[in-house]
């Protein structure tokens, strides 16, 4: 039989914990490069730009539009590889805790 308050204090336990990972997601980062490596970005699970590296031979007044690019590409590649690490602490965090209801994502319902 289907124990609905089981369920419900899983899931309240489940709200709590999610709740830790997300505050301890600041200390989660992902690296994105570009231009073979010649920028650097480093992001965090908060999904705020950390740092920005570049090699010395980029900065070139007349060729800023280059760097630009550079610069957001590797931003993109870094944003794309912390949503995978978010995921996965996500997931971490539930693994177990929720019931697996065909047709009901309950892993996403807090992210």
Do not use: C, Y
Request: proline share 3%; aromatic share 2%; glycine share 10%.
């Amino acid at each position: 039989m289907f124990d609905l308050m089981g369920m419900m204090g899983k899931v309240k336990e489940a709200q709590e914990k999610i709740k830790v990972v997300q505050a301890n997601l600041v200390h989660v980062t992902a690296e994105g490069e570009s231009g073979a490596g010649m920028v650097k970005v480093t992001v965090n699970g908060h999904r705020k730009v950390l740092t920005i590296e570049m090699d010395d031979s980029l900065i070139n007044p007349d060729d800023k539009e280059m760097l630009r690019d550079l610069i957001v590409a590797a931003t993109n590649k870094a944003m794309e590889a912390i949503e995978v690490k978010i995921k996965a602490e996500m997931k971490s965090a539930t693994d177990g805790m929720l019931p697996n209801i065909p047709g009901m994502d309950l892993g996403n319902m807090f992210g």
